[in-house]
């Protein structure tokens, strides 16, 4: 797999079970991490599902340097921690309705919220991706 570049998947049964596989111990850890978080700094803004989004795109970019520089198996670990784990770990649907919800409630905090998932967001994934680099290379 070349510089940023996505794998061609074919389905098949067993890329269906890695999906699966790793989509529930995605949907598992999504729900600890947020929990845990939101336990530890209150529910006043939705601060689990904003470590989740955060976490799972230095994750995402980690894992995609691992992929380019053939560190990891294509398609299986494509499918396997990509599509099942992060797919299912990361909260975008979450952030939607959060944001919809804060915006109603609280305005100024659906534009924190919004801004602090979307910028983090795109400089843990590029900071994962460098950090897999380094460390695959």
Avoid: D, K
């Avoid at 904003?50 to 494509?78: I, M, T």
Wanted: proline share 4%; net charge positive.
């Amino acid at each position: 797999m070349s510089a940023l570049q996505f794998p061609v998947m074919l389905p098949s049964l067993a890329g269906l079970g890695l999906v699966a596989l790793g989509g529930a111990v995605g949907a598992v850890a999504r729900y600890h991490v947020a929990a845990a978080i939101e336990r530890r700094l209150g529910a006043t803004m939705p601060w689990g599902t904003l470590v989740v989004n955060l976490s799972a795109a230095l994750l995402a970019g980690g894992l995609l340097a691992l992929f380019n520089l053939g560190r990891l198996p294509v398609p299986a670990g494509w499918l396997l921690l990509i599509v099942g784990l992060l797919g299912s770990y990361s909260t975008v649907s979450s952030f939607s309705i959060q944001t919809l919800v804060l915006a109603r409630q609280h305005g100024y905090h659906a534009l924190l919220y919004a801004a602090l998932s979307v910028t983090g967001c795109l400089v843990l994934v590029a900071t994962g991706y460098l950090l897999g680099g380094w460390l695959g290379g």
